[in-house]
Structure formats: C-alpha cells, structure tokens
C-alpha cells in the first residue's frame, strides 16, 4: 500500500475507533467469560509479577509501572498490583479512558470485572478480590492520552525513559497498518522505558481482523518472527516468548487470530550493543481452570518445545 493510502486507512480506522467503539460492547463480547486466551494472559501475568527474576529482583523504587492502550479493562494491570509502587495507564479512546477512571473510582456504573478478579484471586490463594481491587486501586496514579502513531505516545517528551515496567495487551497490532508501522510501535513503547527496563507485551497472532457492534475493525498479521523483528534493535537479547494455539471456534470470538502469544524481555542499557535474540525457556506452571493448556516456548536454541499444563 502507498504511502498516501496507508494514511487514508489510519485515519478511516481512526474515525472508527472514535466514533463506534462501544466500551460496553467489547467487554460483553471479547470478555464475557474467561476463555482459553484470557486465562493464558492471566497466568503469565501472575507468573511474571511473581516469580520472574527480572521483575523480582528490582528495588521498591524501581517498580514504576505503565500499562499503554489499557483500554477499559482493568485486569491485566491488577496482575502487577502486588509487585508496582505506582500504576499509570494510558488510552487513546476518551470513552475507555472515561470508563476506566469509573472502574478505579468504585462507581456503580462501571463496567463488571468480578469474574476475573474471582479468577485472579483463585491464583492466589492468600489474596481475595477484595485484596486484588483495593490494592490496584490504591497503586492507581491516572489514566492519560496515548497515541501510537505518535514518536512521543504519551504526549510530553518528559515521560521518555521514566518508567521502570511497560506493558501492553492487544493492542499495537491493532493499532498499526503495516508490519513497518507495527516495528515503530515497538520502538515508541520501548522508548518509555529506563535503560534496562522491562517490556512485556501480550497479543494476538496472525490476527487480520475483529468484529464489534457490527463494524470490521483491522489488524496486522503477525508471526513470532515479526515479534523478533521488533525487538531486535531495541532489547536485550534475553527474551521469553509464550504462545498458544487456539481452539475456540470464530462465532465463539468474532476475531480470526490463529493464537496468542505472551513476551517479556528488558531493554538495552546504554552502550549495549545489538545481538540476535535468543529465547529462554521458564519452567512454570500454568493451568486454565482445571484444563489442560497446551503452550509452546522458545529454549535457547530458538525451537520450539511443546508441553502440557
């Protein structure tokens, strides 16, 4: 696609996203329930923010966390509210910013989260969700603009290399147009990043499109390949990709992803020059509500190793 044309598409899906996007409809759609992909997002988040040494191992002070593209979902970034000293989340959409400061602020008129904190305490037996939502909510800094497309996402120049852990969710491949756009996006969220920062991302493969409220909103396809691409200029070679295959059925979810997949990495520290990703292989345990799960991850070699949860 030309130049000119990719920009008429951004601003269509732009318009789109601003003018349709029902906060409403998508959690009645995408997060009725805690299906397969979402227990996996789940898991891996608990797991990282509890027990992967990158993120244990850092000081009180240096637990700032960023969640970008939060949307209106609160869940993911409960994941951390454990491990962060302070949480801001940030959200192109005013109306998912406007229902996540509804869903911080206790309101009634918020959106039901319960089946997933349910599910998150049920991850950790020593935490209740009345634990989890009040911990989060008292971690809880604000919610502000963000925007991809842009170098600096959040705006101000001042939040470039300030933050200690950014993560993101289903969001940048349905943000870019191209592939090349995807690996600005990377670039951009890796700039909010102090030198050896953690980055964690979770998202959708091979993903084309999704439906909602009777719209066809875009995305890239992406493979595990174009996940390194990403990375490779930017983090350290030291990368954890987990993925999963999916079993759900389209009229189950109105997206035609082929799965999901799960990374945590750090970036460069100044000075550190650029090498060839390797992948590390973590022995955790993860179950999906008494299901088997089946997850690959990447060992040091690069293959995959398939295993049962």
């Not at 319960?114 to 919610?143: C, G, M, T, W």
């Not at 964690?200 to 009777?214: E, F, H, T, V």
Request: hydrophobic share 35%; net charge negative.
């Amino acid at each position: 696609m030309s130049g000119e044309g990719s920009a008429m598409q951004d601003e269509a899906a732009r318009g789109q996203y601003l003018r349709h996007f029902d906060p409403q409809a998508y959690h009645d759609t995408y997060y009725a329930s805690v299906d397969q992909d979402l227990a996996f997002f789940l898991q891996c988040y608990h797991h990282a923010f509890h027990a992967e040494p990158r993120l244990a191992r850092r000081s009180p002070a240096r637990r700032r966390l960023l969640e970008v593209g939060c949307g209106p979902v609160p869940v993911y970034t409960a994941c951390a509210s454990a491990f962060a000293s302070s949480v801001t989340m940030s959200e192109f959409l005013p109306q998912n910013r406007c229902e996540m400061q509804a869903w911080m602020e206790g309101k009634e008129e918020a959106l039901d989260w319960s089946v997933f904190f349910n599910y998150l305490a049920s991850l950790s037996p020593h935490r209740s969700v009345k634990d989890i939502e009040s911990q989060l909510r008292s971690r809880f800094a604000e919610v502000i603009p963000c925007d991809l497309t842009m170098d600096d996402p959040l705006i101000s120049p001042a939040h470039r290399a300030s933050y200690d852990v950014v993560m993101t969710t289903l969001c940048l491949e349905f943000v870019a147009s191209s592939k090349d756009d995807y690996y600005l996006m990377v670039g951009r969220l890796v700039s909010l990043l102090r030198p050896g920062g953690v980055l964690i991302m979770a998202g959708a493969l091979k993903n084309s499109k999704y439906l909602l409220g009777g719209l066809t909103y875009p995305s890239v396809p992406l493979g595990e390949e174009d996940l390194r691409a990403a990375l490779r200029p930017h983090c350290q070679e030291d990368v954890t990709i987990r993925t999963l295959h999916r079993r759900g059925l389209l009229q189950d979810k109105p997206a035609d992803h082929e799965g999901v997949f799960f990374l945590l990495t750090q970036r460069r520290q100044e000075g550190e020059s650029e090498g060839g990703n390797e992948y590390r292989d973590v022995n955790d345990e993860m179950k999906c509500g008494g299901r088997e799960m089946k997850i690959e991850e990447k060992n040091e070699d690069g293959g995959n190793r398939r295993r049962k949860e």
